[in-house]
């Protein structure tokens, strides 16, 4: 008889959800693995978590631990705190851990501390900017796992000029896995292009959150300030923090009524429906980078580095930082045409992991 296989699965942020609903979903059709979610709570507002488990059917965590404020290191400690009580006590055969955010470090260590193998999906991103907490992140946890599943065979290589080759797999991106399952009910459930009064590829879409944005009023500034003077309409949904940000900067009132659209965060299926209907992208979110590429949609990232460099070597997107000219002669003259490439996969890469989980000793 075949021993069940128990995987503890660490998720805590939008990107993990949207990941962690392809794969969830086909863990569930795998009886000889069974799946225990746990919730860090890092991303914490219904709009930005609950709302992802109603609508992408993700299976409810066993374990909420509620941790979503604090600094990095504070976050991260209570992380560490609380995820080894929950390891020591449910003895998972495998640790899980999605991307890049503190969610993934804590998980990372803790299971490996405790001599858990740790599977890494999205594993070998870089974009060479050690400022960025999400790239210590990742660094660390590669360090540790024992399981790398690479969305490209670039990941492959950067994690081969660290010294790691083993147990390191191509197996596409389960961001696209998410959108194949859910673009169809999504563009049929979705009223937000109506609720907005927006047509089809007659709007800019921009999402801005990175603390190095955000944080930075000079940063923050220019790139409002590019958004405004571009007089096209903008579509924005804001993130906490970057409201947050706004007001204590006094710049929240001087971009108010003008042609960006301020809109709360919004559902998976509203963003994506967003997304691919958009004339452009601007965004400092590496998800989004590759969701517009899916979409085929022009992405201007408003980061000078990218941990996507696939996107920008086929020319679907490009660095502009937080330069107003650039952003604003970007907006006008972007307009990429060339064939894109089969990068990400083929829409298949949960069950690729699983057979290679299954099939491990």
């Known amino acids: ?18 990941k962690a609903a392809s794969f969830s979903k086909n863990l569930q059709e795998c009886p000889e693995i069974k799946e225990i979610i746990v919730h860090t709570g890092q991303h914490y507002d219904s709009n930005m978590s609950e709302i992802f488990f109603n609508e992408l059917n993700i299976p409810k965590p066993k374990y909420n631990l509620n941790i979503n404020n604090g600094t990095h290191g504070e976050q991260t400690g209570r992380m560490l705190i609380e995820l080894e009580k929950i390891i020591i006590k449910e003895k998972p055969d495998y640790v899980l851990v999605y991307g890049d955010t503190n969610s993934t470090l804590a998980g990372a260590l803790v299971g490996s501390k405790l001599h858990i193998p740790i599977i890494h999906i999205e594993a070998g ?7 960025m907490p999400e790239e210590i992140n990742r660094i660390c946890t590669d360090n540790v796992s024992n399981f790398l599943f690479c969305v490209t065979s670039k990941e492959v290589e950067l994690l081969e000029k660290e010294g790691i080759t083993k147990n390191v797999f191509v197996v596409g991106d389960l961001m696209f896995d998410t959108i194949k ?15 907005l009064g927006l047509k089809t590829k007659d709007y ?6 990175r603390p190095s944005n955000t944080d930075n009023k000079k940063n923050l500034k220019n790139i409002f300030d590019a958004f405004i003077e571009s007089k096209k309409n903008i579509v924005l949904p804001i ?17 108010q009524d003008k042609n960006i659209i301020f809109i709360k965060p919004v559902s998976y299926f509203d963003m994506i429906v ?10 400092d979110s590496g998800g989004i980078q590759k969701e517009a590429y899916f979409f085929k949609v022009p992405c201007i990232t408003l980061r000078d580095t990218s941990e996507w460099v696939k996107t920008i070597e086929d020319g679907w997107n490009v660095l502009v930082h937080t330069n107003k000219e650039k952003i604003l002669k970007t907006i006008k003259s972007f307009n990429p045409q060339s064939k894109q490439k089969n990068f990400f996969g083929n829409g298949d890469a949960a069950k690729k992991i699983i057979k290679i989980i299954k099939n491990s000793k």
């Open 204 to 209: 800019l879409l921009a999402t801005v959150h």
């Open 1 to 18: 008889m075949i021993k069940m296989k128990k995987i503890l699965t660490i998720i805590g942020a939008r990107p993990q959800f949207i």
């Open 181 to 195: 399952l859910f673009l169809e009910i999504a563009e049929r459930k979705s009223k937000i292009l109506s609720s």
């Open 125 to 131: 991103c870089r974009s060479f900017d050690r400022k």
């Open 239 to 255: 993130h906490p923090r970057t409201k947050k940000k706004l007001i204590e900067f006094k710049l929240w009132d001087m971009y």
């Open 274 to 283: 967003l997304e691919k209907n958009a004339s452009k992208i601007l965004t």
